[in-house]
């Protein structure tokens, strides 16, 4: 697997960022991402205009998944090269309901889009402004630790 995952970036030009593809093979690669005990927890169901749709089995794994959501940007977009996935909009899975896959959406719903691509975004530049210092850090864990508690912190004095 680790020598198909080198060659990611190369199949995501290859076929010029066609979502479809794209989506098959974040899905494919989605353990490597996040690891085996998140993705036991959340998958990637739907890459549509480079935001990645993912369910989690509840709302507790949503919740925490979306304080990582800038850490696991950042790792999908580093196994690619490029910015395959600019928002992550996580979702609870309801067992015996289909994945709701019509693009119409109601007001309520496009407006929390945009908050949740607002809030999104305002964390990916926290994180592209921390990873000089993270990258410092050699243990994985105290670095994903240290960029979730750096972020919060800063979120709380920008009143985010």
């Given at each position: 697997m ?9 199949v ?19 353990s ?7 993705a036991?927890?959340a ?15 509840d ?38 309901h ?38 410092k ?14 972020i ?7 009143g985010?």
């Amino acid at each position: 697997m680790e020598e198909l995952l080198h060659i990611l970036p190369y199949v995501v030009r290859a076929v010029g960022r066609e979502e479809t593809i794209c989506e098959r093979v974040l899905q494919a690669a989605w353990s490597h991402i996040v690891g085996d005990f998140i993705a036991a927890h959340a998958r990637p169901v739907r890459l549509r205009k480079r935001c990645l749709t993912v369910l989690t089995t509840d709302h507790t794994w949503k919740a925490q998944l979306e304080r990582l959501s800038p850490d696991i940007l950042a790792r999908i977009n580093r196994l690619f090269d490029e910015d395959l996935v600019e928002a992550i909009e996580y979702r609870v899975e309801r067992k015996g309901h289909p994945v709701r896959t019509s693009r119409s959406r109601s007001e309520s719903s496009e407006s929390e889009a945009r908050s949740s691509r607002a809030r999104t975004h305002r964390r990916e530049r926290l994180l592209r402004e921390l990873m000089p210092f993270a990258e410092k850090i050699a243990d994985p864990d105290l670095r994903h630790a240290f960029l979730r508690a750096a972020i919060r912190c800063l979120e709380r004095r920008e009143g985010a």
